[in-house]
Structure formats: structure tokens, C-alpha cells
């Protein structure tokens, strides 16, 4: 492994240095990906912040296998299928559940820590499914895969790590509509890097949400630099909910797992009424989509106001050993803003969690553009449909990741130096800067209340002006064009020590605004209801609408639909 940090050494380091393939993000699908590439190949990640900042970091549940005497890779195929609401494609979900056992072998290979109950791999049970089959590492399963996969990154010597450097654009041979590299900010410098394949693995977009379990880094960066590179994106309206976020003053949402409810906790309103089984027989265990809005609804019944109160999650009804044993990490963070929970209920509320949608890949994660491909969250891979099943979301990452082991690239063509021209540039934008961050913070506050659990025409309309409109305030002033204009070639030097902070607030800005964007267009055009998209003035599902929708920046920015 090679770790590029040195500030005098990364003109020689990014430009003399060519890769074979590029891997953007170091969340499970990014880590993995990058330990499962031939060897044989100089593989450069680049991610955002340090290693061990995404989402699947954050992952608590679990990752999903049929590996028990008593389940089945069909028993997990037909729950996958379920949950998805007719919207899954049937191969990518056969594919998964079939390949989701030599993951589980592979991660206990490397040394990942799964809870063991005597002698064997231990499983529980979550939402929606009909097995336990959820193997687990007490309530932080993602930091235990993630810190693995870091650990043998690390020991890779094909590997370079860039560390807090920002994705900012595709280079692009329009002609012959393959993906050649990408442009990089780099400690106050952007380089185009060129590679032979480019694999984007930069997680969801839950930021784009007010209320969101998701990392600060989850701007929706993969799915950005792909639109906008005229990659087809598919399903972007299907977001999901998490039901159970803890809501306390001035606390980040944290998300209390699906594994809580699975182990045997209630969902309790004010009065203490287990008010799920009113909107659903399965009460705390029906999918997400419909937990998330029965807590919506049954608020909106009861108080009026929906986007700000709260329910409660009550842990007490399971054994205090099995809750200190299972869930140390719940116990801690929620004692850590003063809720006891062998005392009393944890206050909850939904918040964005899971984008279904993202850029179309096929079994191979390709995209539409030739030698670009993408894995786990920022990939539409087919297999959650409208509605993910819990802890399939790290199996997908690993078992789609997996198959880039069978790609095959040839060394890229070397970059001159005389076709490199090096500009330096002060890089201060205070005026600027003051309009981005307000849009930054205006932004997920729409959102949320204009395309969040619950959607209508007017607000999606009204939101869609409102982003309409920012984009174009921020499409013409000077930061954004090193983000969205800059032609490859050019090597830019800022002399501002706050460019690189202002460019990164800039660049995840108008990433942020082309989701909502493409998340408001996509809902508008889906005129019914499923899964994470549901439309209060089309409450039912359409058979018509059983297709997936499709939008790509080059065919005049209008969706259209896939047969399933």
C-alpha cells in the first residue's frame, strides 16, 4: 500500500502515476472492490475524508445469508423479491442470495469477528425476513467488516490510498463514449488522473435529507459524476426510511437497528400503545417502508405534525443481558444523551436512510458508459426493487464488488507533460461561499418536507422550482467552474489555504442539487405508489407502473421507463 500525503511530493505523485483503475469511495463496496481486483493492476482509491468515514461504517444490523440448516438461498430470494414490490429484477436478486455464502466464507477468511452462539456463526432476525439469517458483530457489524477490509488494503502494495481528495468530474472521450479518468482536488490542487477503468463506489445521498442516518459524506457524489456525464441513472425516486432514528436536542440521527425490533422491542406512541399492528399485522416487523409511515401517519393523527415529533422504541421487554450483549453500541450513544434503556423508551422518528436508486449497472457493475462501473449504494445493481430487505444493502456491496475480480484493463495511455498546463489561481471566494453554504443548509430542509416519506404534486412542484432555480444561481459563479467546466489537461494551483475547503462545500453543493434534482423529477413522473416512493395523491400501486424509471443527462434530462 501507498499512501499519497505529502503536500511537496503530489505534482510528481498524481501526474507521473498512472493507474489502471481508479476506485472512488472506501466504504465495504470500495474496500472490497479493491482487495478483489487482480493484483496485478495499480489500483489508486481515493476517498473523501480518511479511510473509515462512510456509511458502511455506520452499519449496526448486520449483512444477510441464507447459510442455516433450516433457510435457504430461496427462502432469502423470495423475501428479497417481496420486500422489493415487484420491482426487483429477478436475475440480480438470484445472483445475490446464490453468492452471498462464499462472502460470508471470504469475510471469515480475513478475520472478520462475527457474534458466534458455541461454535457457530450466530443469526437473528430482522424485518421482513422469514429466517434469522442475519449474522452480526453485536450492533456494529459494518466498523467490524469496514476496519477488516481497511487492514488488508493497507497490506496491499498495488494499492495507493489518496486521502481527503474530492471526485470533482469524469474525463470523458465523447467520441468514443468511454470513461479515461477523473479530476481530483487534492490539498488545494486539482489533477486529472487517468486510468483505464473507473469504479465509483461513493455511497447514497441521504444528505439531501434534512433528517438522515448517513454520514456527512453521503452527498450523492457517485450518482452526480455519472449524470452529468451522461450515464443512465434508474429508480431514483425510491428512497428509504428508516423507522427508528433517535430524536433528542441537538443530537445526530442515530440509527437504532432493525435488530432491536427483530430481538423483540415494541414501537410504543405516547400512551404506551404497541401502535404499529394498526396500520399493518406484522406490526413492528413489516417492511421499513411501511413502519416509516405508519409512524408518519399515526403522528399526523395524533399530534399534526408528523415532521417533528416522535415515537418511542421500548428495549425492555427484552432480557437486560441479551440487550448488553447484543447492542453495547445503542446502549452507549443513547446513554451518551441521557436516555437510559433499561429504564425507559428510546424516542424515535423515521429518517432518510437507503437510496434504492442509482446509476444502472448490469451483473458486472458496467454502466452505460464504456470502462465506468459502480458498486453498492451509488449502483441500481436491480435487486432491492422499491424497497430494500435489511442488511441486504453490505451483502450487495461485497457479492456485486466480488466481480470485478474477472475485469480485464490494459496499462492507460501516458500523459505528456507538455500537454499539462499548470495555473495558479488565488482561490478565494468569501462572497460565494456565503450563498453555497446557505443553500446547503435551505436545501435538505425542502427536501425532507417537500419529497420525504410522504409526497404530493404541488410540494414535489414547488421544490423542484426552488432547486431549479439554485442550481442556476451556483451554475455561474467562478468556484463551480473548476468543478463543473474544467477541461482535462489543466492543472490548477490555488494559493487560498480555505480552496480546498470552499471547492469541497462547492463541489458537494451542486452534487446535492443535481440529486434532489433528479429525486423530485423521477417522483413527479412515478404517478403511484410503492415501496420508499409513496404518493399521498396516488396511494396505490399501478400495474403500469411496474417498470423501472431511467433518466440520462443526454437524452433531454426526461424519464422513461424499463420492463422489470
Known amino acids: 500500500m501507498t499512501l499519497i500525503s505529502s503536500a511537496n511530493s503530489i505534482s510528481a505523485d498524481l501526474l507521473t502515476t498512472q493507474f489502471d483503475i481508479l476506485v472512488v469511495g472506501s466504504g465495504a463496496a470500495g474496500l472490497y472492490g479493491a482487495l478483489c481486483l487482480p493484483p496485478k493492476y495499480r489500483v489508486g482509491l481515493i476517498t473523501k475524508d480518511t479511510l473509515k468515514t462512510g456509511a458502511s461504517d455506520w452499519a449496526q444490523g448486520g449483512i444477510a445469508a441464507a447459510i442455516a440448516l433450516n433457510d435457504s438461498p430461496q427462502f432469502h430470494l ?92 469524469l474525463w470523458l472521450d465523447s467520441l468514443q463514449k468511454e470513461c479515461l479518468g477523473v479530476s481530483v482536488l487534492y490539498q488545494r490542487q486539482i489533477h486529472w488522473i487517468r486510468s483505464s477503468a473507473v469504479i465509483l463506489a461513493t455511497g447514497g445521498g441521504g444528505r439531501v435529507y434534512a433528517q438522515t442516518t448517513n454520514p456527512t459524506v453521503s452527498t450523492g457524489d457517485g450518482v452526480a459524476l455519472a449524470w452529468r456525464g451522461g450515464a443512465v441513472l434508474k429508480d431514483l425516486e425510491f428512497f428509504q426510511f428508516h423507522p427508528t432514528a433517535l430524536i433528542k436536542h441537538n443530537a445526530p440521527h442515530f440509527l437504532i437497528s432493525e ?107 458496467e454502466t452505460s458508459i464504456k470502462r465506468l462501473y459502480a458498486i453498492g449504494e451509488t449502483a441500481s445493481t436491480g435487486v432491492h426493487g422499491a424497497n430494500r430487505l435489511a442488511s441486504n444493502s453490505l451483502l450487495e456491496c461485497l457479492v456485486f464488488a466480488a466481480q470485478l475480480s474477472k475485469i480485464e ?131 396505490k400501486s399501478s400495474l403500469q407502473w411496474r417498470v423501472h424509471t431511467l433518466i440520462c443527462s443526454h437524452q433531454s434530462s426526461t424519464n422513461q421507463v424499463e420492463s422489470v
Open 259 to 365: 435488530a432491536v425490533r427483530g430481538e423483540g422491542a415494541h414501537l410504543i406512541d405516547h400512551q404506551g400503545r404497541r401502535f404499529a399492528f394498526d396500520y399493518h399485522p406484522n406490526g413492528e416487523l413489516a417492511p421499513r417502508d411501511v413502519v416509516s409511515r405508519a409512524i408518519f401517519s399515526h403522528l399526523q393523527r395524533t399530534t399534526g405534525d408528523p415532521a417533528h415529533g416522535y415515537v418511542y422504541l421500548d428495549l425492555r421487554p427484552i432480557e437486560s443481558e441479551q440487550i448488553r450483549r447484543r447492542f453495547p453500541n445503542i446502549i452507549q450513544v443513547c446513554r451518551n444523551w441521557g436516555v437510559d434503556v433499561f429504564k425507559e423508551p428510546i424516542p424515535v422518528a423515521p429518517a432518510a436512510h437507503y437510496w434504492m436508486g442509482g446509476i444502472r449497472v448490469n451483473l458486472k457493475n
Open 78 to 169: 423470495e423475501d428479497t423479491l417481496k420486500a422489493g414490490v415487484q420491482l426487483c429484477d429477478y436475475s440480480a436478486v438470484e445472483f445475490l442470495v446464490n453468492e452471498a455464502p462464499s462472502v460470508i466464507d471470504s469475510l471469515v477468511k480475513m478475520g472478520v469477528a462475527f457474534d458466534r452462539k458455541n461454535s457457530q456463526l450466530a443469526m437473528t432476525l430482522e424485518a421482513a425476513h422469514s429466517h434469522p439469517r442475519v449474522l452480526h458483530a453485536a450492533d456494529t457489524t459494518g466498523r467490524a467488516i469496514v476496519g477488516t477490509l481497511t487492514e488488508k488494503v493497507l497490506e496491499r502494495s498495488n494499492i495507493t490510498i489518496i486521502p481527503q481528495a474530492v471526485a470533482l468530474k
Open 409 to 539: 484493463v490494459s496499462s492507460p495511455q501516458a500523459i505528456s507533460s507538455d500537454k499539462i498546463s499548470v495555473v495558479r489561481k488565488k482561490g478565494e471566494w468569501t462572497t460565494e461561499i456565503e450563498l453555497i453554504k446557505k443553500i446547503n443548509r435551505d436545501l435538505p430542509i425542502l427536501i425532507w418536507k417537500n419529497a420525504g416519506i410522504c409526497r404530493e404534486q404541488s410540494l414535489l412542484e414547488t421544490a423542484l422550482d426552488q432547486v431549479k432555480d439554485w442550481r442556476e444561481q451556483l451554475t455561474h459563479i467562478d468556484s463551480s467552474q473548476y468543478v463543473l467546466n474544467l477541461e482535462p489537461g489543466q492543472q490548477i494551483v490555488f494559493d487560498s489555504p480555505t480552496a480546498h475547503t470552499h471547492l469541497r462545500t462547492c463541489a458537494e453543493t451542486l452534487n446535492l442539487l443535481d440529486i434532489a434534482y433528479l429525486i423530485l423529477k423521477s417522483a413527479l413522473f412515478r404517478t403511484e405508489s410503492r415501496g420508499g416512493h409513496y404518493r399521498i395523491d396516488y396511494p
